[in-house]
Structure formats: C-alpha cells, structure tokens
C-alpha cells in the first residue's frame, strides 16, 4: 500500500512538473486569442525564452537575471507577431509559423556561435529546487490573476471586446489595435516563463528540440479550457499528466515510441472530442483594419 501510495505521489508530482511550462504557453495563448490573435508563435516564445535564459545566465553567473532575459526575449518575440499581424495584418498563422521557425533556426545557430557547438549548450547556473518551486507557484497564481484580469477588470473587457468585435470596440473608444497589440506582448512575457523554466528549473541548459512541441500542445490546452485562464490550466494539468504517465509506463514494457507520443496522443482525443462544441472568440484569428 505504502508503495502504492508513493507511486502515485511520484507522478502527481512530474504532473505538476511536465504540466508547468504547458500552463505557462497556454496562459499566453489564452491571452493573445483572447484579443482576436491566434498566437501560433507559441512554440517560438518558449524556445526564446529557453535559449536567452541559458545564455544571460551563463554569461552572467545569475540565473534570475537569466529569467528575465528570458521573458524580455518572450516578449519581443510576441511584439513582432503582434506588430506583423495588427499593424500589417499578415496572416496571423503564416506569421506564427514563420517566428517558429526563425526562433529554432536562430538558437540552432546561436549554440555554434556562442558554445561553438551543435546540439546542446554548456551547462549553466539554474534556478535550483526552491525556483522550480517558486515557478510552479506562479504559474497556478497566474492563472488566477489572469482569470481576474480578464473578467473583472477595464482592461480585460477591452481585450475581449476585441476579440469579439474590434470594430464595436473601435466604436466605444477602444483602440483595437492598440489592445491587441499589448495583449499578445503580455502574452508573450507569461508564455516565456515556460521556456525560462524548462531551462533553468527542470534543466540547467538549452537543447535542439527540448520545448518538443509545448507550444502547440499549449494550444490545444486553450481550446480544450474553453479560451479561459482556469480551463487552460486544467487542460495543461491533464496534457502534463499524460507526459508524467510515461515514465511509470516503461516499467512495465510499454514501447517507448508509444510513451514519447502519448501527450500529443492525448491533445489530439481532447481536440477531437471537443471538435464543434466550443466556441471561439468571434473575432479570433480575424485581422482587424481600419476603414
């Protein structure tokens, strides 16, 4: 029993691990669509987040300072999707794919020119247990806050007005423009957390491919929570413990191709169950121009 009783411990405690990054992306995302953008660029912002982290800290011997970096480079990164797709109103997927793939591209490229080689980074100071912790605590305080935000405060009616109709907004004295730019950066800034904590908290480095796809897993959570900053939570909770699932399915003889492909397994039900019986925010995904 008392074996039991720890085994399960053991994976509700990786839950909260594999399921925090995922929080923070799908925060971000809830954020961004809640403002009428599709932020495809999620997978982006945490790889941004991830490698900035890892190089200030190196370069600095101050994980913290590293964190900030980290966001700060989150938030520049949602800035140009937030300027191409209101001010210029691209495609708000072309644009997210193309940041994705620029990010990936530049910190492949940044390893060889900073480390001088390919793959992986240098180890670097972390967080530690007490700032993976802390980051866990946030990430549940900011969904809150979000929540908050959102529901019961003048700016968070402004965001979702946009989302819904920008130009009703526009009408009531509502810059859309404006809202949904500073939506997507806001965005951007919680969604790094997630790659400041994949880097610095459950790992002290940065490596090809270790965001693994979150940012879209991230964004299943936003349509499986309902567009809510407590639905998307639960939703990452639920996509976390799938990941956390693995590692007590390869004692028992599970084919590790399966357990590597069971969080995004998992996404992929939840979406199709979900499939037709949510609704968006109206606007979502729409580019707004002014007549």
């Not at 405690?13 to 669509?33: D, F, N, Q, R």
């Not at 639905?231 to 357990?259: C, H, I, K, N, Y």
Request: include cysteine; charge should be neutral; glycine fraction near 12%.
């Amino acid at each position: 029993m008392n074996a039991t009783l720890a085994a399960v411990l053991a994976v509700l405690a990786l839950t909260l691990v594999k399921a925090t990054p995922l929080i923070y992306a799908a925060l971000g995302g809830v954020l961004s669509e809640r403002s009428g953008v599709v932020n495809i660029g999620l997978e982006g912002i945490l790889i941004a987040g991830a490698f900035t982290s890892v190089v200030v800290s190196g370069a600095t011997g101050n994980p913290v300072l590293g964190a900030l970096a980290g966001v700060l480079a989150g938030m520049l990164v949602a800035a140009i999707l937030a300027f191409v797709t209101t001010r210029l109103a691209v495609d708000q997927i072309v644009a997210g794919t193309g940041l994705n793939i620029a990010a990936l591209a530049g910190a492949a490229f940044g390893l060889v020119l900073i480390y001088h080689q390919p793959g992986a980074s240098h180890e670097v100071p972390a967080l530690g247990h007490t700032g993976e912790i802390v980051l866990i605590v946030l990430a549940f305080a900011a969904a809150l806050a979000l929540h908050v935000v959102l529901t019961r405060t003048p700016w968070g009616l402004r965001v979702r007005a946009c989302g819904e109709d920008p130009s009703a907004a526009e009408a009531a004295g509502i810059d859309a423009l404006k809202t949904r730019f500073w939506a997507v950066v806001a965005g951007g800034a919680i969604a790094s957390l997630g790659g400041v904590y994949l880097a610095l908290a459950e790992l002290d480095l940065y490596s090809d491919g270790m965001t693994a796809g979150r940012g879209f897993i991230a964004l299943a959570a936003v349509i499986f929570g309902r567009w809510t900053p407590l639905g998307a939570t639960g939703a990452a909770l639920f996509f976390g413990f799938f990941a956390a699932l693995q590692f007590s399915l390869q004692r028992a003889g599970v084919p590790s191709e399966l357990l590597q492909a069971l969080p995004y397994l998992a996404a992929l039900v939840a979406l199709a169950g979900f499939a037709g019986r949510v609704r968006a925010p109206a606007s979502d995904g729409i580019p707004y121009v002014r007549s």
